[in-house]
């Protein structure tokens, strides 16, 4: 059995879900959709994703380096589509892929927040145009590095922070 919340494994002994405390019903059939939507987003709507960007200018002797980096906000958990990838509009220009590379994701809500250094391995993927995430059974993301046909998967990732991380 799964919770019709977030999809982790639940015990049916249990009243509610052990991840995210959605309370485990049983199913008598009826659309529960706007529930769990409601659910959803009062458990997310305060918790954003963000992936620091790096902003690269020409010094006085006309090299390249690196300016500055931030920590743009990309989603808000709660509007993060399941089953699909949510690319994000990001205007990259299409870069070649050589070696791998990480990806500092960070989730926070009001009051924790969860860095992680994600790791892109270029094996399977040869481009990078296009970022996006995609949601994972029990409130967790994955990011997707590629061009929309060949992509790398991320590692997960939690939306549901209860500490600093
Ligand atoms: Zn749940």
Redesign the pocket.
């Known amino acids: 059995m ?7 494994p ?1 015990d049916e002994e249990n009243a ?7 309370p485990l019903l049983g199913g008598d059939g009826s659309d529960m959709s706007s529930i769990i939507g409601d659910y959803r987003r009062s458990l997310l709507g305060g918790t954003v994703l963000s992936i620091e960007q790096f902003y690269y200018g020409y010094n006085g002797d006309g090299e390249l380096e690196e300016l500055k980096s931030e920590y743009v906000d990309i989603a808000n958990a709660a509007d993060l589509p399941q089953d699909e990838i949510m690319w994000f509009d990001c205007g990259y220009e299409p870069l070649e892929l050589q070696r791998e590379f990480e990806l500092h994701a960070l989730v926070r809500n009001s009051k924790y927040s969860f860095r992680a250094n994600l790791l892109v391995k270029p094996d399977s993927v040869k481009t990078f145009s296009k970022l996006g995430v995609c949601t994972e059974d ?2 967790r993301v994955r990011f997707v590095v590629g061009d929309g046909t060949d992509n790398f998967y991320t590692e997960s990732i939690p939306l549901l922070i209860k500490q600093n991380q």
């Open positions: 799964k919770c019709d919340c977030c999809r982790s639940v509610c879900c052990q991840v995210c405390g959605f029990g409130c």
